[in-house]
């Protein structure tokens, strides 16, 4: 079955420094999706992506879908306090106009810790 | 307020007994999903569903069963043939037409 690296595991950093994380599929996705979750709630969605090449901002965060389709990255610049938390990545392979499979794959997520 | 509701936050199984775990949504999404969270790991899918009266296994279904009579309520029932159920279980939905999934806050198992 389809699956994703997601990495890295964890981060430690200080407050106000930039932070990169990645995640890559032994297949092709059509669309990625980047999570946060805090702890005890579920995943909110932060930015979804939906074509190769795609550069998406929101506020401080960046994602990218990758040109070859495997892969997609997550920045957030100038972290803060409340940038903590764990971060998922997830893809599909369906296609919107279809009623293909719409099941998302995980990464295992990077747990991010911001000292203030 | 549109969302996903899940209830209760927390519950408790003894040995051998089944639970039923509650997932409402009122976004008007077409398809809902069960998922389950152990420390350290991503998310594996339990069950779905696209449509009323419609769902399918996913990777993980042993010990599991779900029902949909209505569009907004997916109940998940933790069974006694489930012998690792402690776990964070996470209740999704979306629009068939793939748009991203959007969840509840989950609900905690554990064994007395």
């Known amino acids: 079955g389809q699956q994703l690296n997601q990495s890295p595991q964890s981060m430690f950093i200080q407050e106000g420094e930039d932070v990169s994380m990645n995640c890559t599929s032994s297949s092709i996705f059509n669309t990625w999706l980047w999570y946060k979750q805090d702890p005890g709630e579920g995943p909110v969605l932060l930015i979804a992506?939906?074509?190769?090449?795609e550069l998406t901002s929101n506020g401080r965060l960046t994602a990218q879908f990758g040109i070859t389709r495997k892969d997609s990255f997550l920045n957030i610049s100038a972290s803060i306090p409340s940038d903590v938390g764990i971060y998922f990545c997830a893809g599909h392979s369906g296609t919107p106009s279809g009623g293909s499979n719409y099941k998302l794959t995980f990464g295992k997520g990077t747990l991010l810790t911001v000292n203030p | 307020d549109g969302g996903i509701t899940q209830s209760p936050k927390y519950l408790f199984r003894k040995e051998g007994q089944n639970v039923t775990l509650s997932c409402e949504q009122n976004?008007?999404?077409?398809?809902m999903y069960w998922y389950r969270q152990d420390p350290g790991q991503g998310l594996r899918l339990i069950y779905y569903s696209q449509i009323v009266n419609d769902f399918q296994k996913g990777d993980i279904a042993e010990g599991y069963s779900v029902s949909r009579e209505k569009k907004e309520s997916f109940p998940l029932t933790v069974t006694s043939a489930q012998k690792n159920p402690t776990a964070f279980y996470l209740c999704?939905?979306?629009?068939?037409?793939?748009?991203?999934?959007?969840f509840g806050d989950g609900t905690r198992l554990s064994i007395l």
């Open positions: 976004l008007n999404h077409d398809a």
């Open positions: 999704a939905s979306s629009d068939r037409r793939g748009q991203p999934q959007h």
């Open positions: 992506l939906y074509k190769a090449g």
